[in-house]
């Protein structure tokens, strides 16, 4: 199975800038999509954005205009650039792919934004 390693979180001042990667270590070529989730303390997990490998997006509306989903095929890895961030973006971002028969997550990356 596909495993994927985050990186690039870290601790940065609202509305500065943070890029995060997702690396899979295996082929990525037949999967769905694949994305980014975030958890907050205390709440459940939710999508932040997802891309397919046509480059179809889907973000959740708290980050549309903020956040950028991209992908580099060659690369098989997935980015996702974080500007103007808010006290609220604040979480441990999930790497996430689905393919039809399964799915695999990273392990995480903690972002936090200070006000």
Known sequence: QVQLVESGGGLVQAGGSLRLSCAASGS????????????????????????????????TDSVKGRFTISSDNAKNT???????????????????????TYQSWGQGTQVTVSS
């Open 28 to 59: 990525i070529f037949s999967m769905k999509f694949m994305g980014w989730y975030r958890q907050a303390p205390g709440k459940q997990r939710e999508l932040v954005a997802t891309i397919t490998p046509g480059g179809s997006t889907i973000y």
């Open 78 to 100: 997935v980015y996702l650039q974080m500007n103007s961030l808010k006290p609220e973006d604040t979480a441990v971002y999930y790497c996430n792919v689905y393919f039809s």
